[in-house]
Structure formats: C-alpha cells, structure tokens
C-alpha cells in the first residue's frame, strides 16, 4: 500500500508510522512524500526518525545500529526511517535530556538553513513579481511564502521543545 503525506514534523511523522503499525502496516520505503507499507502483525515495530549529523558516510552508525537490534528501513537525505521489533522492548534513540536537546538543535539547524533558502527565493519572486506583474509568477510566490511559513513553524517548534527540555533539566 502506498500512501502520500508531507510532514515538516518529525514526531507528528513517527506517532502516524506507530500507528500504522498498530493497524498492521510496516513502512518498506519513503521517497518524497510516498510512503510504501507491507502487512505486518498489529504492533509488531516501534519507529524512530533520526536526522544523520551530515553527509558523511554514516556506514559505522548504521552497523553500529544493526548490531542493537535496529533495522534501517529507508533513507532519504539525511533524514533516516528506523525500526525495530516492539517484542525486543523499548526503542528510544534519544534518552536523556541533552541529548534530546542536540538532536532537536541539530533539526532547528537544519530547517534553519532550509527557511534562508527559501526566504531568498520568495524575495526573488516578489520583486519579479513587482516589475513584471505576471500573475503565474504569484502563484508562485505565494506557495514559497506558505513554504517558508510551514518551515518557520518547524523552528518554533523545535526551539519550544528545546525550551521544555531544558526546563525539565
């Protein structure tokens, strides 16, 4: 089964995964807002999505991560689809508060980098809207300005989950 979804939350994104598994259906692949499933016993995987640190190559990580008990299931950019078997217990890549806090800087950071690009295109457009008046060229700065908007909401939201973890610290 194929199903499309954008999500520029990550925690929305691994809740609607666990809950798919719960409903009988194992993620296989992600690739740009397709998401493919198989049929798997309800329950059977607990998933994690993890941001890599860069563009390295991550193969230490990855074996390090196949020798705990964790299957990658996909990868796309830096981003990466985790799985492992709810019978083998709890599966949380990130367990105490800092390094919560690293890995929710390391996504602000990300999305940070993403909302200047973006933000740089929509003022492009907007001035070319301004000189030439077409109104394709409109259409078009409006669905980078919405962009823009949903990535601004990805960094309030990770610098809100900052803040509480570090209040709970």
């Given at each position: ?158 610098k809100w989950k900052i803040e509480q973890l570090k209040q709970m610290s």
């Open positions: 089964m194929k199903k499309f979804r954008l999500y520029y939350d990550k925690d929305k994104e691994q809740e609607w995964l666990q809950k798919m598994a719960l409903s009988g259906w194992a993620l296989k692949n992600f690739f740009l807002g397709v998401y493919t499933f198989v049929p798997c016993k309800p329950g059977e995987y607990i998933y994690q999505i993890d941001l890599l640190d860069d563009f390295r190559d991550n193969n230490d990580f990855v074996a390090f991560l196949e020798d705990s008990g964790v299957e990658v299931v996909s990868r796309w950019f830096r981003w990466i689809y985790l799985r492992k078997k709810a019978e083998d217990g709890p599966f949380e890549m990130y367990t105490d508060i800092d390094s919560k806090i690293d890995h929710y800087n390391r996504i602000k950071r990300f999305f940070q980098v993403a909302l200047l690009l973006e933000v740089i295109c929509f003022l492009i457009e907007a001035i070319a809207v301004v000189t030439t008046r077409d109104p394709l060229l409109l259409i078009f700065t409006i669905l980078i300005g919405t962009i823009a908007l949903a990535i601004l909401r990805v960094v309030w939201r990770c």
